[in-house]
């Protein structure tokens, strides 16, 4: 049914429990499992070394979102993940653009991401995915990812 699972993330709490729960469905079916954070990209008007200091930046709190979102698949029991980071000033046609790939079956995101000033994962963004989104979504609200008893 659900071979492979892309989770949108972005180190929020909604995201986290959006990663719990397609790391326990992966595990329950068997499928395969990529986490996808989207960073901004700095301003190319920007000069050197800013430009290239900036985009560092940006990719290694990307990475480290990816890891936190990565132990908590494993804490699940959840597959190895997938990991990919992807660069755009609106995550909405980021996730868009990895969905259209058609390597995925199902998108799990949460409802809402940090905010505009810390993340480029908006409250809005799952709405504007859902509705465009080839493939199922499933939009896991916050405390409905919370370990099983």
């Known amino acids: 049914m659900f071979r492979h699972i892309l989770v949108a993330v972005d180190g929020s709490r909604h995201a986290h429990d959006a990663v719990a729960t397609a790391a326990r469905l992966a595990r329950e079916l068997g499928s395969d499992?990529?986490?996808l954070?989207?960073?901004?990209?700095?301003p190319r008007f920007e000069?050197?070394?800013?430009?290239?200091?900036?985009?560092?930046?940006?990719?290694?709190?990307?990475?480290?979102?990816l890891d936190g979102a990565a132990r908590l698949v494993t804490a699940e029991g959840g597959p190895e993940p997938e990991r990919e980071s992807l660069a755009?000033?609106?995550a909405g046609p980021a996730i868009l653009d990895a969905v259209a790939s058609g390597r995925f079956d199902l998108l799990v995101m949460g409802t809402r991401g940090l905010g505009r000033v810390q993340s480029v994962l908006l409250?809005?963004?799952?709405?504007?995915?859902?509705?465009?989104s080839p493939?199922?979504?499933?939009?896991?609200?916050?405390?409905h990812g919370a370990p099983e008893s």
């Open 47 to 65: 000069g050197e070394p800013e430009y290239s200091a900036d985009l560092e930046r940006a990719m290694a709190a990307a990475d480290a979102i």
């Open 123 to 132: 409250g809005s963004v799952s709405a504007q995915v859902a509705g465009h």
């Open 33 to 35: 499992l990529t986490l």
């Open 88 to 90: 755009g000033q609106h």
């Open 135 to 143: 493939i199922p979504v499933l939009i896991v609200h916050e405390g």
């Open 37 to 42: 954070t989207v960073y901004p990209a700095p």
